[in-house]
């Protein structure tokens, strides 16, 4: 699955229903990228998925927290509300994810958080 760079930020659109070993091998090469890259933010696209299960739910929460650890922040964007129900269902919070309705917005997410940390470093 394509990873594609857009200034600091790394962008992954999923496309396809995820099987486990796909979202396993995925989890791992993002956070290489982030790595190399050293991305400040992650944006994830699942406007193509109608259906997701507690394990993607979990390996997008995977994802965020080791990009959190990595120094970039983690926004999900087109989540159709029958993947939020369903996530709700399953009582999955998804914490520390941050969600927007599409890409231009988790691209101010994103843009906002950088432009706050770079402030608390300038002030300190």
Do not use: W, Y
Request: charged share 25%; net charge negative.
């Amino acid at each position: 699955m394509p990873i594609f760079q857009i200034g600091d930020c790394l962008l992954l659109t999923i496309q396809v229903d995820l099987e486990d070993r796909m979202i396993m091998t995925l989890k791992d090469d993002l956070a290489e990228r982030i790595a190399k890259s050293h991305a400040k933010g992650v944006l994830i696209d699942i406007s193509a998925l109608d259906v997701v299960d507690s394990f993607i739910g979990r390996m997008l929460a995977n994802i965020s927290a080791i990009a959190r650890i990595l120094d970039a922040s983690t926004v999900i964007v087109g989540m159709r509300p029958a993947v939020a129900i369903t996530l709700v269902e399953l009582g999955m919070s998804l914490q520390g994810v941050r969600t927007a309705l599409d890409v231009d917005r988790g691209m101010e997410l994103i843009r906002r958080d950088t432009s706050e940390e770079a402030g608390r470093l300038h002030e300190a």
